[in-house]
């Protein structure tokens, strides 16, 4: 055999798994189509969350502020945004290829083609290998009638390539990309319009989350046709199914991803797998592979990013009877929010049998709240144990105490 593990696709599950093998003394070969780091790095997490950032920086100085700052904004240029968002990328890129050059992978910059358990194609080349990993990830979902034409049928990579904002975007789609470009939109001063299909907003998320994203947004003056899905496009008009006309400059089909696997005899990773399409997930997956840990896949957090975060872990309300109790502690009631005046949002606990069994947070800060429930979680921290743990003051952390201590 040529190598022990050959790994086709350099994304998340990819690279994760190459550095990882190749750490330990197994000789892998890596095979990208396009640039490392995946749809994470160049497409997904990595750009948009960039793009987030900067969007709320111009809401910031855009919107009125308590500190007596009187700013007049004399000209805005998108490109410079674009151009931060790219030289991010980039810089997390080289540090990417650095670190799986010096686990000792070696890798190949073109597309490949498993054609069995052993072996791999590319550039006219045959690699023999001892195993043979896909990661191969995956693609914007298209739905009929909403066929992506680049142009005004955007899919979440042909929105990245946009080199002007839009005035007004009509977006397909409450998940995680619908929502995250959603606020970045809103956040730029573009009129936004979603159309989702469920009964609510996020209809992944517990039901009391999507009832406050959904207050937020009206706040927000972003528009939302739920129960709804598009009818008709003509001449760039879109009717939606109540009967509503709405005229974007684009339409941005956010409907979930399609996994890209070779449906054969090998060992699929990542959003290949067709299980929790999350760069994360992708690199536990990794990590599973090349350590033969397991893990339990009820306890994979999920973040949305943007002002306020949301962000949870297991059992949701409506996964829950009367046996489970909830608290529900709303932001207010940390003093550090007041401080950041960031006080929308609540931190929710599910617990049953003194054990936390779901969270649900929208806060700022929740992505890294989230994380402290789910050590607790994993480790079977029972609620009168947590309360054990010194929270640092003033935090948003105090908040899981102040919850844990209503149950
Ligand atoms: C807009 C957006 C935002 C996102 N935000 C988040 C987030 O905030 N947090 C989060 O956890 N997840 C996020 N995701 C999801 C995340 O990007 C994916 O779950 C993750 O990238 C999956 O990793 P992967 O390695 O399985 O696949 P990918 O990252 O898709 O990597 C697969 C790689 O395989 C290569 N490839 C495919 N076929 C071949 C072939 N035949 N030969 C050679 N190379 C090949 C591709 O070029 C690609 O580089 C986001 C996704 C999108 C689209």
Redesign the pocket.
């Known amino acids: 055999m040529d190598f022990d593990y050959g790994i086709?696709?350099?994304?998340?599950?990819?690279y994760t798994a190459a550095i990882m093998l190749a750490q330990q003394g197994k000789t892998v070969i890596l095979?990208?189509?396009?640039?490392?780091?995946?749809?994470?790095l160049?497409?997904?997490?990595i750009p948009?969350?960039s793009l987030l950032h900067a969007s709320e920086f111009f809401k910031s100085l855009t919107t009125q502020n308590p500190y007596g700052l009187n700013i007049e904004i004399k000209d805005f240029d998108f490109t410079s945004v674009l151009q931060k968002k790219e030289t991010t990328v980039e810089k997390i890129r080289k540090s990417l290829e650095l670190a799986v050059k010096n686990a000792g992978v070696n890798i190949i910059y073109?597309?490949?083609?498993i054609i069995d358990k052993n072996t791999i194609t590319?550039n006219n080349n045959t690699y023999n290998v001892d195993t043979v990993i896909c990661?191969?990830?995956?693609r914007?979902k298209e739905i009929k009638g909403l066929e992506f034409d680049h142009k005004f049928i955007l899919s979440?990579d042909d929105v990245l390539e946009l080199k002007n904002l839009p005035q007004k975007v009509l977006i397909i789609g409450s998940g995680?990309?619908g929502i995250?470009w959603t606020r970045i939109f809103s956040n730029f001063g573009c009129e936004v319009h979603i159309s989702e299909i469920a009964d609510h907003l996020i209809p992944i998320a517990d039901i009391e989350v999507s009832k406050r994203i959904e207050r937020i947004f009206k706040q927000n003056k972003i528009k939302f046709y739920l129960k709804d899905s598009v009818e008709k496009i003509e001449n760039k008009t879109v009717t939606i199914k109540s009967g509503q006309t709405i005229t974007p400059d684009i339409i941005l089909v956010a409907a979930g991803?399609t996994p890209?696997t070779a449906n054969l005899d090998c060992k699929i990773?990542?959003?290949?797998s067709n299980e929790i399409?999350?760069?994360?997930?992708?690199i536990h997956q990794a990590k599973k592979l090349s350590t033969n840990i397991d893990f339990d896949k009820s306890l994979i957090p999920s973040?949305i990013?943007g002002s306020p975060e949301i962000a949870w872990v297991g059992l949701r309300e409506q996964d829950c009877d009367e046996t489970y109790n909830k608290v529900l502690l709303p932001i207010t009631a940390l003093g550090k929010a007041w401080c950041d005046d960031a006080t929308e949002g609540f931190i929710k606990i599910i617990e049953k049998d003194r054990m936390i069994k779901g969270a649900h947070i929208v806060s700022k800060e929740a992505s890294s709240l989230i994380q402290q429930i789910v050590i607790a979680m994993q480790n079977n921290i029972t609620i009168d144990k947590l309360k054990e743990v010194c929270f640092a003051h003033p935090t948003y952390s105090e908040g899981i105490f102040e919850a844990i201590c209503r149950i």
């Open positions: 086709v696709g350099g994304g998340p599950a990819g095979f990208e189509k396009d640039k490392l780091g995946g749809t994470c160049n497409k997904g997490c948009t969350k073109s597309e490949a083609k590319a990661a191969t990830g995956s914007p979440s995680a990309i995250e991803r890209l990773i990542g959003d290949a399409q999350l760069a994360h997930y992708a973040v990013y």
